[in-house]
């Protein structure tokens, strides 16, 4: 199947992403704030956004070939996230193809932790193959969205698997997310795999979204690492169908990282309400 056609055959979902979410703004604002031009209309910056990723990737493949001449020393795998993170095709593959979003994310920290553990250059440059292709796969998913968005042909209710709403406040949402955790366990020990995964897209992108950016401003690392949990961590072991035992583990420590930033919005709620 070519590229084109598999992409053609996943959109419906992602524009009911997409749709969904530009429904929530700005009253549930993301963590990027609230949406600009590129992302409100995207055909008129499809351009943009190839020219940006062509850096990008050069960027990755300059750092990966580094490492396999020089060795870790020499690179800081800090930067591979910075890449994607300032890359201008992150936001509209984030609100359009969330799978993919997730899947890119894997492929950087494939990158990261293969250097991080010393691991062959050779190795990790197969990495690099992967990612790119990744990439460019998420290039195209933007350019049919914003192709649909652009015939007014992307609307849909919500995200697959998904059946709660955000709730009107962080700490009500961060409660949601717990439970969300939960059911994800409880399919995990279906070994409905496949569902699992979806419900681990659509909490991340319908709840965890909405109350990132209030989160960042008390604590960016616990955002960092929750980031990782969702789009990382818990795909990987849904995807490879893990142990119940590995799974249950990190839900567990994302619900216990959920609880702090259940204190931390808490916490700041009061003192905005103290000062008024």
């Known amino acids: ?84 993170e300032d890359a201008k095709m992150h936001y509209p593959v984030e609100l359009n193809f969330v799978q993919h979003y997730a899947k890119i994310w894997q492929g950087i920290y494939a990158i990261k932790e293969g250097i991080d553990a010393g691991k062959p250059g050779k190795e990790v440059q197969a990495s690099m193959t992967s990612l790119r292709e990744t990439l ?9 969205a914003a192709h649909q968005q652009a015939n007014n042909q992307a609307a849909a209710p919500k995200a697959a698997g998904d059946k709660h ?13 717990k439970d969300k955790l939960d059911r994800i366990m409880a399919k995990s020990a279906e070994r409905d795999f496949e569902e699992a995964k979806k419900m681990v897209h659509a909490t991340y992108l319908n709840l965890f979204e909405g109350v990132e950016g209030g989160l960042i401003e008390q604590d960016a690392k616990l955002v960092a690492d929750l980031e990782k949990d969702f789009n990382v961590t818990l795909p ?35 003192e905005k309400k103290d000062a008024f």
């Open 165 to 177: 709403d955000a709730a009107a406040d962080p700490v009500a949402t961060l409660a949601i997310i």
């Open 236 to 270: 990987k072991l849904i995807e490879g169908e893990a142990a119940l035992a590995e799974i249950k583990k990190t839900t567990e420590a994302m619900k216990a990282k959920i609880a702090k930033a259940s204190e931390l919005m808490a916490k700041a709620a009061k």
């Open 1 to 84: 199947m070519t590229l084109s056609r598999s992409l053609t055959r996943m959109l419906p979902t992602s524009l009911a992403v997409a749709a969904a979410i530009i429904a929530l703004q700005p009253s549930n604002a993301n963590a990027h704030g609230a949406l600009g031009e590129d992302v409100k209309n995207m055909q008129a910056h499809v351009g943009e956004y190839e020219t940006d990723l062509r850096k990008t990737i050069s960027k990755y493949e300059t750092l990966v070939n580094t490492y396999a001449e020089k060795g870790g020393k020499a690179v800081d795998t800090g930067d591979l996230l910075k890449f994607w």
């Open 136 to 144: 460019w796969q998420g290039l195209g998913a933007v350019k049919l």
